[in-house]
């Protein structure tokens, strides 16, 4: 197999995707526990709730998550851009513990560790499954 | 301002069900539009080639994607749902998480991916990892 090695403008985007993801869904999370409690039976309510400010800005985050997730996913492979996304739970957590001052317990640290050695095992191997070029000819004109 | 009103927290059962669907519906969202990007082609080498334009037109006219897209916003509603009723410290992390492990498994049935041990050991180690993260 053919190591893949990815450019800095690369590691950007995947960065991007780690930082949004997160920041998109602590928006969110703050937007929706604002709101009274929605009911299955009234399922429009939720499409409201989609132009409160907390929830159209935590759209805003996820919208930039998905391009730059897009972009990832049409030089890498799906296994290899998943852990980047859990990656962001560590920057919100140092993020927390270093411009926020909150206390990180040790069960935490133990979850950063385990998180950055696991993105450090993928980021170690090719980003891409070489396959060959005429199977993936096949594919392309099932897709057309 | 519209002041929340104290209700019951949901049952374990149906906190399952809520997780569950932002995790089928997830890893069938991602699967697809991971196919859809392969189908497509490099990103960058498409917009350097014809503009943001071209990029925005090779994705959009892929049908695989618009599939993708669509359980895509299953997952997120059913995620706004579960934030809703669940707190966002077990939503999270169990959705998160699984999904992580789904992902791996459908990728490699679904995408034909060479998830070997490595990635396994990543997948494993991220899902434990974001659960001690969030408790």
């Given at each position: ?66 391009a730059?997730?897009l972009t990832?996913l049409s030089w ?64 392309e004109?099932?897709?057309r | ?35 859809a990007m392969k189908s497509i082609g490099d990103l960058d080498a498409i917009r350097a080639r014809s503009g943001m334009p071209g990029a925005i037109r090779a994705v959009v006219t892929c049908?695989?994607f ?70």
């Open positions: 197999m053919t190591h893949h090695r990815l450019s800095t403008r690369q590691y950007a985007i995947l960065g991007l995707v780690a930082v949004c993801a997160p920041l998109g869904d602590t928006f969110l999370s703050r937007g929706m526990t604002s709101l009274p409690p929605i009911a299955l039976a009234h399922p429009i309510t939720l499409i409201a709730a989609v132009f409160t400010p907390w929830i159209a800005a935590g759209i805003a985050l996820l919208i930039g998550f998905f730059s997730y990832a890498a492979d799906l296994t290899f851009v998943l852990p980047a996304t859990a990656f962001g739970n560590v920057i919100v957590a140092f993020l927390s513990r270093f411009w926020l001052h909150e206390p990180i317990s040790i069960q935490r640290w133990a979850g950063i560790v385990l998180i950055t050695v696991g993105v450090g095992f993928v980021a170690q191997g090719p980003s891409l499954t070489e396959r060959p070029a005429r199977e993936v000819e096949l594919e004109e099932q897709v | 301002m519209i002041v929340p009103s104290p209700v019951a927290l949901p049952g374990p059962w149906a906190a399952t069900a809520m997780i569950a669907a932002i995790v089928l519906s997830s890893t069938a969202g991602e699967v697809l539009t991971a196919a049908p695989l618009f599939a993708g897209v669509g359980f895509l916003a299953l997952a997120f509603f059913s995620l706004l749902f579960a934030l809703n009723h669940l707190n966002l410290s077990l939503v999270a992390p169990a959705s998160a998480s699984l999904t992580l492990v789904t992902n791996a498994i459908a990728a490699k049935l679904f995408l034909k991916e060479n998830v070997d041990r490595r990635r396994w050991t990543a997948a494993v180690l991220v899902c434990i990892g974001v659960y001690f993260l969030a408790h």
